[in-house]
């Protein structure tokens, strides 16, 4: 993979964090912020761009008609309710022959010598064989095929899955291609819901095979992270993980981040693109846990980043409620309305969180005023039902903290330097 589709797919930033002489083992660090398809795209192993239709400025994007079908996107015929839109692929009358579309994923699909897991839902009246494919566009050349029967009906989405070897692609200018027999079709159309395609992943987590750390087969036994990122991210020896990152107004949901990736609605990105939430709360601490990192959970404390205000005091509650549901989904015993759904989910024992962060840079936006209340709130009810948990405060400037700090509370020197900058500091710590 060249330099640029590495740098791309990677997330990687150095924070000194932690105003405590015994974090010196946690300096070197990874978190993640979506922009520039950081997340879909980049470190999430699925490889086709838009297979959901998620977001506000949903259309056609990397997809393509293939032998003179008509694309169009859909909402009379949803996938799920958290998926109002599919692809319709309209055949016109007296077709014969092959036809489809193609999906060029994210500047192109890498294709290399390695195993490919492929998943999609159809919905209308066929029954006949379907064919995948890894095409290169300058070339032509086929690199992967994959021909399966299906038999599916107007009434409902009927789900199916394949795998198939690839050869090595010279390069990444490549299209996934579905195409199916158009006479039967002809006059008509199909729905495609939720494409998707997986080389293997970060420890092998697409191969359908009970491997996945949950405990038994489900969704987070192939939806992981891409496996070239993941060893580069595992080489660097990251200490920690923060996790979701970013403050965004429409704020990272994390229950909408968990069960099945069609179950997921995904959002409109603060970078100005859909994320689909795929990479989610159990995919992510699957990730740590495989490469050896210790999760820092951050949660959202009210700030919005992109000019969305300030959320505090009384209005505020909701959201500390949101943040105990989510410790009790990963930290709850399975007798527990949270715990039972993890449970559910594959993963019986409880997760192990160590440290959440409160927020995200909240002396900027003009969230300093109200963060030394909104961080009291919120990390009163952390410590009273977790007491064993770190809290970690998002900025480390005191006229934004509480005075004074809770003891054992953590801060967040949170530093945008050159790497110059960064040396300079090499013994503040210490010193």
Known sequence: ???????????????????????????VSTTVSKLKHIGDGGIHGQLLRNNGFQGTNTGLTAYAAVCGTNLTVDTANPLTSALPRSLKVSVP?????????????????????????????????????VTLSLVGVASGTVYATKTITVNSVATSFTYYETTYHSTQAPDGNN?????????????????????????????????????????????????????????????????FF??????????????????????????????????????????YLQFISDAGMIPVLAVWSGLSLDGGGVVSDAALTPYVDDILDELEFLLGSTSTTWGALRESYGHTAPYDIPFIEVGNEDNLSGGCGTYAS?????????????????????????????NPIPAGVWTDTHRYLSPNGFFSLFNEFDN
Not at 192 to 209: A, E, I, M, S, W
Not at 259 to 277: C, F, I, L, S
Not at 379 to 401: E, F, K, M, R, W
Request: charged share 15%.
């Open 1 to 27: 993979m060249g330099f640029k589709s590495l740098s791309r797919a990677l997330a990687v930033a150095s924070f000194l964090v932690f105003h405590l002489v015994d974090a010196a083992t946690l300096i």
């Open 374 to 402: 909104r961080f009291t709130d919120i990390y009163n009810a952390i410590h009273a039902a977790y007491p064993d948990i770190t809290v970690i405060a998002s900025t480390s400037q005191a006229s934004c903290l509480p």
């Open 175 to 239: 299209v996934w291609k579905l195409t199916f027999d158009g006479a039967k079709v002809a006059g008509s159309a199909l729905n495609f819901g939720l494409p998707q395609l997986f080389p293997v992943t970060f420890h092998q987590r697409c191969d359908k095979k009970n491997t996945c750390g949950c405990g038994k087969l489900t969704f987070c036994s192939y939806n992981s992270i891409r496996n070239d990122v993941g060893n580069f991210l595992q080489a660097l020896e990251p200490s």
């Open 93 to 129: 009358s007296g077709t014969t022959g092959q036809v489809g579309f193609s999906n060029a994923g994210y500047l192109g699909v890498p294709v290399n010598d390695d195993t490919y897991a492929n998943y999609f839902w159809i919905n209308g009246s066929y029954s006949g064989s």
């Open 242 to 283: 923060r996790f979701p990152g970013s403050s965004p107004g429409n704020r990272w949901k994390w229950n909408e981040t968990i069960g099945p990736v069609e179950k997921r609605p995904g959002r409109q990105g603060d970078w100005g693109y859909p994320n689909t939430d795929a990479s989610g709360l159990m995919e």
